[in-house]
Every structure is written in structure tokens, then in C-alpha cells.
């Protein structure tokens, strides 16, 4: 393999939290009833837009798909995690390791797009809602979501070959629970600071530029809101985008919080605390957020529940 002739590395030991033998039982549980409770919220919200002619809307597709990327998501580090928690074998190979870092970085970069995306979508629905229907059609829809994949492919390929083309000369004992950059980096025996420049500004072009289109967007959404007469479309408006925005708020929170402080800030243990925050918390919200505080997706489930409480008396 290419690697070979780079590495005296064939492994990696992910340690996840064996430093607390006394919680990973209660840790494995507790890790897992989250996972469920994510991966089941994201295919609940997948079915009811698909399902629903009501939800066949621009908002409700970058939704889907906002669900899709949250399981795919989740799948990358969670059951690894929770084998890792009971198995007392807690390696993962060179190759695998480099692959799960290539996909998580993927669909990071891909929901920071989406997100922007869909602060998009609120712009023109409330700022030009008689264009809305010409602007935001099928086809585009498709092509900023295909858009928002083919920019998170080149920067994660190319984040994950560099890195994982330098020398490991051992250990080859990770601090974390899945492979993330920081624990990796730690372990390469040759400069680094080539690549950690560029990984700053990776992280810093794939959080602030989004949420830079996402501050724009809002502000003419707001803008556009305070002139409206009416109080009740004001309320409507607001709550159409009450729900993007405080997953936008979660999500860019956390990955502030994990990857834009300085390295003396958090003790990598803590890091891996704040890492579950952001593979398992917010991904868990997210549908719970949608489905709470937007009343077409509460009547969507609720026609769907009717539907099949029907399907099921016949």
C-alpha cells in the first residue's frame, strides 16, 4: 500500500476513555440510547418530508438532507466508539483510520455548506417571496446540495492524504475516541507545521466562510421583517427561522469551541468531552428542534401517525 514505505505504523490504539474504567459501562449505555435516539429522530424526519405532499417544499428538501448527513455523520465515529467502550482490543487500522477521518471531515464540510444553504432558502422566501418559487426550484435545490458534497470531497481527501503520508515512527496511541486531526498530529515524528497552518485555514475558510453567508442572509431577513406591517407575518417569519438558526448556533458553537482554541486552552480530555457535544449531541437535537418548533412537521407526524393507526384498524 502507499503508505508503507512512510510508516513504521500499521495501527492505532484509540484510548476514548479508558482513563474512567468506572464509567464505560455507564458511558456505553448512555452513548448508545443518544445514538438511537438520533439515528431514529433523523429517519423519522426523512420519512415525514418524504411521505407528506405538505412538506414537498425547498426548506423541508435541505432538511432531508440536513438528516441524511447527520446519520452518515453519527455512523463515522459512533459504533466504533461503542465497540471500543467493551472490546478490550481498541485498535483501528492505518487504512481505517484515514478513512474515517476523510468521511468525518466530509460530511463536517458538507453540513457547514447545507447550513448556509438553507439560510439561503429563508432569504429568498422571505426577502423575495414572489421569486421564490422560480429561484428556488427542483433543479437548483439538486445542484446546491450536489455542490455542497463536491466542496466538502477535495478539501477532506486532501487534509486526510497529507496527513496520513507523513511518517508515524510510534506510538501509535491516540488520546480520542475516533481519528481526529489534533491526537493524529501528535503522533507524526517530522515537522508539522506546514500542515498545521493549512488546517487552520481549512477550519477557519469552512466555518467562518458559511457562517459569514449565513450572518448576511439573516441580516436581510431581519431587515426585511421589521418592515413587514403585520405583526402575525412578522411572528410566522420569525418562527420559519427560529429553528435553522439555533441548530446553526449548535452546531458552529461546539466546532468553535473543539477546533478554534488555542492549544493550551483545553486539556485533550476535555476536548474529548466537548467532541462528544458535536458527533452525538447536536445531531440528536437537530430533529428534535424541527419537529418541536415547526408546526407543519408536527402536523406532518401526526398525519402520519393517523395514517397508519388507520392502515392498522383495517
Not at 432531508?64 to 467502550?85: A, G, H, R, Y
Not at 439560510?119 to 422571505?126: K, L
Amino acid at each position: 500500500m502507499w503508505w508503507r514505505n512512510q510508516t513504521s505504523v500499521s495501527k492505532f490504539i484509540l484510548v476514548g476513555f479508558s482513563n474512567l474504567p468506572h464509567l464505560q459501562g455507564i458511558l456505553f449505555f448512555v452513548i448508545l440510547f443518544l445514538y438511537i435516539v438520533t439515528v431514529t429522530g433523523n429517519i423519522l424526519i426523512i420519512l415525514i418530508i418524504t411521505w407528506d405532499a405538505a412538506l414537498h417544499s425547498p426548506m423541508y428538501f435541505f432538511l432531508k438532507n440536513l438528516s441524511f448527513f447527520e446519520i452518515c455523520f453519527t455512523l463515522v465515529t459512533v459504533p466504533k466508539m461503542l465497540v471500543n467502550l467493551l472490546a478490550e482490543d481498541k485498535s483501528i487500522s492505518f487504512l481505517g483510520c484515514a478513512l474515517q477521518m476523510f468521511f468525518f471531515f466530509f460530511f463536517c464540510c458538507s453540513e457547514c455548506f447545507l447550513l448556509a444553504a438553507m439560510a439561503y432558502d429563508r432569504y429568498v422566501a422571505i426577502c423575495n417571496p414572489l421569486c421564490y418559487t422560480t429561484v428556488m426550484n427542483q433543479q437548483v435545490c439538486w445542484r446546491m446540495v450536489g455542490g455542497v458534497c463536491m466542496l466538502g470531497i477535495p478539501v477532506s481527501l486532501f487534509q486526510s492524504a497529507w496527513l496520513f503520508n507523513m511518517p508515524f515512527c510510534g506510538p501509535n496511541v491516540l488520546n480520542h475516541f475516533f481519528c481526529d486531526i489534533p491526537p493524529v498530529l501528535k503522533l507524526v515524528c517530522a515537522d508539522t507545521s506546514m500542515y498545521e497552518k493549512q488546517i487552520m485555514t481549512s477550519t477557519l475558510l469552512f466555518l467562518i466562510l458559511p457562517s459569514m453567508l449565513i450572518l448576511i442572509s439573516y441580516i436581510c431577513i431581519i431587515n426585511t421583517i421589521l418592515k413587514m406591517k403585520s405583526a402575525e407575518s412578522r411572528r410566522k417569519a420569525f418562527s420559519t427561522c427560529s429553528s435553522h438558526l439555533i441548530v446553526v448556533t449548535l452546531f458552529y458553537g461546539s466546532g468553535s469551541l473543539t477546533y478554534l482554541q488555542p492549544k493550551s486552552k483545553y486539556s485533550l480530555n476535555v476536548k474529548k468531552f466537548l467532541s462528544l457535544f458535536y458527533t452525538i449531541i447536536t445531531p440528536m437535537l437537530n430533529p428534535i428542534i424541527y419537529s418541536l418548533r415547526n408546526n407543519e412537521v408536527k402536523l406532518a407526524l401526526r398525519r402520519m401517525a393517523a395514517r397508519k393507526v388507520f392502515s392498522w384498524k383495517l
